[in-house]
């Protein structure tokens, strides 16, 4: 029997919205999608452009990461929506001038739209979408054994900049370099990620993320310029606008969120973790098929934001 | 294979009108010598060559699936490769080719065809 959408649309649990401090995580694994049914579910969620770049990428797991990368971006803003129920499928998005993917609010009515920002990023084993509200947000995940073909100090004297390539240096554990090494990509691509200009507005080696002292998770951004005047002498200029925070998600990946503190507030960044659970599925499991229903509602977590302040 | 292209730019010989080589005889030396030097700015590799050498640069990426390796190839859709993999897939191009990309150029390196035409248009790749 064809179950209508719009039932289990009903059951999209709403979200209070994040704080202005705050960033809303959710991220989804994968390997815990499992059901035939729900992947068709999801896939009837998607905008036709979004269906067709799906099936362009060559490879079932390719097609499904695509697909549940959608689902979340979606599932997940639609349930900020505070005034009335809005279907994930109306969700319209648009690109900035450099091609990042912002909320196209232009078919709602203006007063009721909360300015949302989100940001995603995918690894193959993990998808994530972090929310926030007033300011940009950038996100970036990675396995935390992801293993690079080149030498880790090689890649970093070639990309990141002189001091962290310093801070690499010193570490003689070669595991121990290679995960800092890690924490400093996806703080980076964080960064760039919510600048929003390409990797190429700020390449890799002009700025430097070092980790607050005596904090734990807690970095700092500083840019070198050169001072032109007398001297070539290079100074640092540290950034408080940009805020950072790096997480373990799921015991298996490190995430990192960047966001713009457009107050400057400063003040230490305290990180609250609940409990650390992956958003499933917005559609209840009562519409699945009953084969289904069994084996998902086994491994089913209550969904649970995961929130930095 | 590069050994043999390196070869042939060295012995490469241009052939010039007799009008020009007449005049050519009537420059001083420092001229003559800053036109050799343009044609070896000049020097470009050839395109077939260098699609062949990204494709092995490619297929030898541990993640990558070399079947699905094919001048065509998309490095996020096709292949699965994420940013810091495609930002390995240009250093191993740089080390490849002895040049170092840009990163504005680097960035926009997102398949094997447009890395092709990059480093086939430039003249610094050996």
Known sequence: MQRSLSMGLTSLLPLKLPSRMETHLWYIRPDEVKCASLLKHYSQLLSPTEKDRVLQMRGDELKKNALLARTLVRTTIARYQTNSEVDPRSLMFKKNKYGKPEVDWQNYNNCNNPPLHFNISHTDSLIACGVTVHVPVGIDVENKERKIKHDVLAFAERFYSADEVKFLSTILDPEVQRKEFIKLWTLKEAYVKALGKGFSAAPFNTFTIQSKVGTEGCYNLCKTSEMTISSLEKTEKCYEEWRFALLELADSHYGAICTEDDQAGGGAISIDIDTEESIYSVISSSHLSPSCRWSYEGDYPKNHPFRRR | ?126
Not at chain 2, 16 to 29: D, G, S, V, Y
Not at chain 2, 86 to 97: G, I, K, Q, R, S
Not at chain 2, 98 to 104: A, R, S, V
């Open chain 2, 1 to 126: 294979m590069a050994a043999r292209g390196a070869l042939l730019r060295y012995l490469r010989v241009n052939v010039n009108p007799t009008i020009q080589n007449r005049r050519e005889r009537a420059l001083p030396f420092t001229a003559i010598l800053r036109r050799f030097s343009e044609e070896v700015r000049g020097s470009f590799l050839d395109k077939s060559e260098v699609t062949d050498r990204v494709l092995s640069v490619v297929k030898n990426f541990q993640k990558v699936d070399p079947s699905k390796v094919s001048p065509k190839s998309h490095f996020q859709n096709d292949l699965g490769l994420d940013s810091l993999d495609t930002v390995e897939v240009v250093m191993a191009l740089e080390e490849e080719f002895g040049f170092e990309i840009p990163d504005t150029d680097a960035d926009k390196i997102h398949s094997i065809n447009l890395a092709v035409d990059f480093i086939a248009s430039h003249p610094q790749a050996k």
